[in-house]
């Protein structure tokens, strides 16, 4: 056996003799399907591509670590949180939602904010945006609101039509719209961009007592935003720019930082608070619930290998860990189906085994086989429970805290429809540039969309929330505004 290093190998092992040419009889060919080399090379390169995330194709990863700054387990009993000075590795992944794996970066779209802690007790994701709300509250809506963000069945081209076509036939989206159309809507680089949990979560302690959460990240770089015509050029100049930019911050040792935040709602507020609070669309007031600040994030480790570590790691807001648990929330309560159904679909049954994935926690269970089962697959130990071969045991302090629900099964509607109360606040607190910035940005956003009826009823949502903020929609769209 050769011990010489560098040597080109097969996938096999074994040494490769010529990888320049193929082999053929003589010199002009025909090639010769004995060179198994050549086949193997063509046929490996054909399955190089695993299918793209059908939201979030575009994205780019970093390794850091989190830690606790203020002791917080009077709320959860979560391990991560267990003690100020506590550091748990982490992974993130910052992405676009609506582009393919190679569109532009710097475009004006919400940001994917995902982050996989890897506990002491299991990995604890946390799968969240730039943005603290969305555009719908049912994830029923989700597969028809993301067709309308995606290419036209037959052009394959965006469409404002089907966009605007939806958003002003689904009110509850007036809150993120204003956000997305904002300053925030494009961000200067992914370090100068905050992120939220988005949805309400819940924590329980050591003593089963429950409260309701949501998870702010402040960017300790400051919020900075990309002017327009400025993301535009850098979209055609440089579609990598945001990619680019976290690489090369870490790498010259520029470690990206957040400090992360909670509000914390006692269970019983949930009841009697003056809307819903597991509706995503909505921000509870910090007036209300201010923020606690709990640790810090900090991204110090670019990724080995690309495709190893940012394409295949899979987040999912049902990995969940002892302390951390949902809500109600009907947008989570879908998230909960859709994000491991498209981590078998994308990545595989045995996703959760791949090196970016694994828990650094022992995983102990009774699940074997499947494809691509690259661990041990539990060896000879015990395969079905109940056994009496002392097999792993369930931990009953670790089942999750019981939570009562009442009324009828029916497809129900939210029962409050207040959709403009905070979107309209929102618009209020912009200084009087940054109005008009969102106004110009709605109204070169709305001008390709075809239909009048469209861009009235849209421009009804927005006198809704704010007169002043509609009437200026509506005069650069050179309309009136509806009855
Ligand atoms: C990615 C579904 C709402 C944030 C994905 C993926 C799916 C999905 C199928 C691709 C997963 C993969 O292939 O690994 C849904 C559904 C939703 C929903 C059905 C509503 C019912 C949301 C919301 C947020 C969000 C409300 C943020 C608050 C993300 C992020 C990713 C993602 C950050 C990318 C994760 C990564 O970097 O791998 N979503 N999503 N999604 N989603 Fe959602």
Redesign the pocket.
Same mark, same amino acid.
């Given at each position: 056996m050769s011990t010489e290093k560098n040597k080109l190998t097969t996938s096999w092992g074994a040494p490769v003799g010529d990888n320049q040419n193929s082999i053929t009889a003589g010199s002009r060919g025909p090639t010769l399907i004995q060179d198994v080399h050549l086949l193997e090379k063509l046929a490996h390169f054909n399955r190089e591509r695993v299918p793209e995330? &059908? &939201? /979030?194709a575009k #994205?780019a990863g970093a390794h850091g670590y989190f830690e606790v700054t203020q002791d917080l387990t009077k709320y959860t009993k979560a391990s991560l949180f267990s003690e100020v000075g506590k550091r748990t590795p982490l992974f993130v992944?910052f =992405?676009t939602v609506a582009g393919e794996n190679g569109s532009s970066d710097t475009v004006r779209d919400p940001r #994917?904010? *995902?982050v996989k802690f890897y506990t002491d007790e299991g990995n604890y994701d946390l &799968? %969240?945006?730039n943005t603290p709300v969305?555009f719908i509250r049912d994830?029923i809506k989700?597969?028809d609101f993301i067709h309308t963000q995606k290419r036209h069945p037959q052009t394959h081209l965006k469409n404002p039509n089907a966009v605007w076509d939806f958003w002003s036939l689904s009110p509850e989206s007036l809150h993120q719209v204003t956000i997305l159309m904002s300053d925030r809507g494009i961000p200067a680089t992914l370090r100068h961009m905050h992120g !939220? #949990? =988005?949805?309400t979560f819940k924590w329980v302690n050591a003593e089963g007592e429950g409260v309701w959460v949501k998870y702010h990240f402040k960017t300790e770089q400051g919020v900075q935003n990309l002017a327009p015509d400025v993301a535009a050029q850098l979209a055609a100049d440089n579609p990598d720019y945001h990619t680019e930019d976290l690489f090369n911050a870490i790498e010259k040792g520029d470690f990206p930082a957040w400090k992360l935040c909670v509000q914390i709602m006692p269970l019983e507020d949930a009841n009697t608070y003056r809307f819903d609070p597991f509706d995503?669309t909505k921000v509870w007031s910090q007036k209300d619930y201010p923020l606690i600040e709990v640790g810090r994030m900090v991204l110090d480790r670019n990724p080995e290998n690309y495709f190893a570590e940012v394409e295949q @790691?899979? !987040?999912s807001p049902g990995t969940l860990v002892p302390g951390i648990d949902v809500s109600p929330d009907k947008?989570l309560q %879908?998230?909960l189906f @859709?994000?491991g159904? *498209? /981590?078998r679909y994308?990545v595989g049954a045995n996703h959760q085994t791949l090196p970016i994935n694994r828990p650094r926690s022992e995983v102990n269970n009774y699940q074997r086989d499947g494809q691509m089962r690259a661990d041990s697959n539990g060896g000879g130990s015990v395969y079905y429970e109940p056994n009496s071969l002392g097999g792993p045991k369930e931990s009953p302090a670790d089942k999750l805290a019981p939570y009562e629900v009442s009324g009828s099964a029916d497809s129900v509607a939210y029962d409050h429809h207040d959709h403009y109360t905070q979107p309209g606040d929102l618009y209020r607190l912009l200084s009087e540039e940054e109005q008009t910035r969102l106004v110009q940005t709605i109204v070169g956003a709305m001008k390709p969309v075809e239909s009048d009826e469209i861009k009235l009823r849209q421009i009804g949502h927005f006198y809704k929330a704010d007169a002043e903020y509609g009437i200026r929609v509506a005069e650069g769209l050179g309309l009136s505004i509806p009855e």
């Open positions: 995330r &059908v &939201v /979030h #994205g992944r =992405s #994917g904010f *995902a &799968v %969240g945006n969305f994830a989700f597969p !939220f #949990g =988005s949805h995503v @790691a899979t !987040f947008m %879908g998230r @859709a994000y159904d *498209a /981590h994308r």
